[in-house]
C-alpha cells in the first residue's frame, strides 16, 4: 500500500483538516492546524508531505522521525502541528487496514470511557453561574473557564476580587461534587497568579491551568510551594523534549498535550507515559475539531494516567459550525453522565461527511485571536 495524494480543507469556525488517500482506497483524517496561524500550518504539510508521497503509510514510526529529525530547525507551533495532523491520518489509515480502532494497536484500552468537560463563558467571563449551572443539568460533572480578562503584572485587587466572586457563585450553583477548571490562559504574571492561587483555595478548584505562561514555567515552583490546588499545564508545549524539564521539576500535577499540536497521536502517547513515570495526571487539550477529540480518547484509552478530556461542543468558538456537524454518525461523541465513551471504529473511531467537509471548505475562515491592549496602550496576553 502506498500513500498516493493528499488533500487539506480549511473550514470553520477555525479549523484545518486532513485527508491522506492510498492505492488501496483507503482513506485517512487528520486535524493539523495552530489556532489562528491555519494557511502556515498548512504550508507547512504540504512541505512535509512530500517526504511521504509513494510510502508506506503503515511505517508511522519511521514517518514521524523523517518528519521531525529530517529538518535541521525542528520543533515549534507550526511544524509539530502539522506533523501531529498527518500522524493522526496515518494512524486513522493503519486502523482501518487492520480492521481496528487505534487503541487496539497500541496495546489496547484500559478503559471504556472518559470523563469529559465543558467550557463556560466566553473570553471575557461573565455570567459563569448560570451558565454553568445549565451545563451541571445537562449531565457534565466538570467545567472550565476563562478566569480573568487581561491582567497587567501587578494589578489590582478589584481584579482579583472579581475572579473570587466569579468562582464563588459558581461553587454556590453547582455545588461540592462539580469539578470547575480554571484557566488562566497564560494572561496571568507571576505577582497576581500567587495572589489568584492563594485566593482561590476555598473554593477547591479541579485545576488552575496555565497560571504563567509557559516560557516562565519556573514560576510553577513557587505556585507549587503556596497552594494545594493541582497545577496544570501544557497545551503550547510541543514535544517530549518540552515537557522533558517540566516533568523532572515536579512543580506541574496535570500535563495538557495538544494532539493537534504536539505531535500527534504518537508523540502524544510518549508523553502520557513520561508524564505516568512522575505520577503526573494528563488531560489532553482539545478546543478543537471532531478529528483531533477521536484522537485524544484513543490516546487516553490507553494511558493510564488519562482523567479527564477536553472537548469543544457548544465552545464560544464555535459559532455557526460545531464539532458534531462534521461527522456522518455523531453519536459516537454522546456524553452521558459527564462521560463519553472511547469510539471503537476502525482507525481514529469517527466517519468524517467529506460532503460537508468539502462544502464549508468553500467557505474557509480567517479566524485570528483577538488583540487585546491595556488601558495604557500597551499589548495584554490574550
Keep these: 500500500m502506498k500513500i498516493v495524494s493528499f488533500e487539506t480543507f480549511k473550514v470553520p469556525p477555525r479549523w484545518l483538516f486532513l485527508e491522506i488517500e492510498t492505492d488501496e482506497g483507503i482513506v485517512g ?34 514517518h514521524w522521525n523523517v518528519m521531525y529529525r529530517g529538518g535541521f530547525y525542528r520543533g515549534g507551533p507550526i511544524l509539530m502541528s502539522a506533523i501531529s495532523g498527518i500522524d493522526q491520518a496515518l494512524w486513522d489509515i493503519k486502523g482501518k487496514f487492520h480492521k481496528a480502532p487505534v487503541h487496539e494497536l497500541m496495546g489496547g484500552a484500559c478503559r471504556d470511557s472518559i470523563r ?23 449531565g457534565f460533572t466538570a467545567i472550565k473557564m476563562n478566569a480573568t480578562e487581561e491582567l497587567q503584572y501587578i494589578d489590582s485587587y478589584d481584579k482579583v476580587e472579581q475572579v473570587i466572586a466569579r468562582v464563588a457563585s459558581i461553587r454556590e450553583a453547582v455545588g461540592n461534587p462539580i469539578g470547575i477548571g480554571i484557566d488562566f490562559h497564560g494572561r496571568v504574571h507571576k505577582p497576581m497568579a500567587k495572589l489568584l492561587a492563594k485566593e ?5 478548584p479541579m485545576f488552575i491551568e496555565e497560571p504563567v505562561l509557559p516560557e516562565n514555567n519556573e514560576a510553577l515552583r513557587d505556585l507549587a510551594h503556596i497552594t494545594s490546588i493541582p497545577i496544570a499545564t501544557g497545551e503550547r508545549m510541543f514535544s517530549r523534549w518540552d515537557f522533558k ?28 507515559s513520561m508524564a505516568e513515570a512522575y505520577d503526573v495526571a494528563l488531560a489532553p487539550h482539545c478546543p478543537l475539531g471532531p478529528i483531533a477529540l477521536a484522537a485524544c480518547l484513543q490516546v487516553d ?11 469543544s461542543l457548544g465552545i ?67
Design 29 to 62: 483524517w487528520g486535524e493539523p492546524v495552530i489556532e489562528g496561524r491555519a494557511d502556515t500550518v498548512e504550508a507547512a504539510v504540504k512541505e512535509l508531505m512530500t517526504y511521504l508521497l509513494g510510502q508506506n503509510p503503515l511505517k508511522i514510526e519511521d
Design 316 to 382: 464560544h468558538y464555535n459559532q455557526g459550525s460545531d464539532l458534531l456537524d462534521y461527522l456522518v454518525d455523531p453519536t459516537v461523541f454522546h456524553y452521558e453522565d459527564g462521560y463519553v465513551k472511547i469510539p471503537t471504529g476502525f482507525g481514529l473511531g469517527v466517519e468524517i461527511n467529506e460532503e460537508h467537509v468539502r462544502k464549508m471548505a468553500e467557505v474557509g475562515h480567517d479566524w485570528k485571536n483577538p488583540i487585546w491592549r491595556h488601558r495604557d496602550g500597551s499589548v495584554a496576553e490574550w
Design 116 to 138: 469529559v468537560y465543558s467550557w463556560i463563558g466566553g473570553d471575557r467571563p461573565s455570567d459563569v453561574a448560570r451558565a454553568a449551572k445549565a451545563v451541571v443539568d445537562r
Design 301 to 311: 484509552a490507553t494511558s493510564h494516567n488519562a482523567f479527564i478530556q477536553e472537548q
Design 245 to 272: 524539564t517540566l516533568l523532572a521539576d515536579g512543580y506541574c500535577d496535570i500535563i495538557q498535550p495538544d494532539l493537534s499540536h504536539a505531535g500527534g497521536i504518537t508523540e502524544c502517547k510518549k508523553i502520557a
Design 200 to 204: 482561590l483555595e476555598p473554593y477547591h
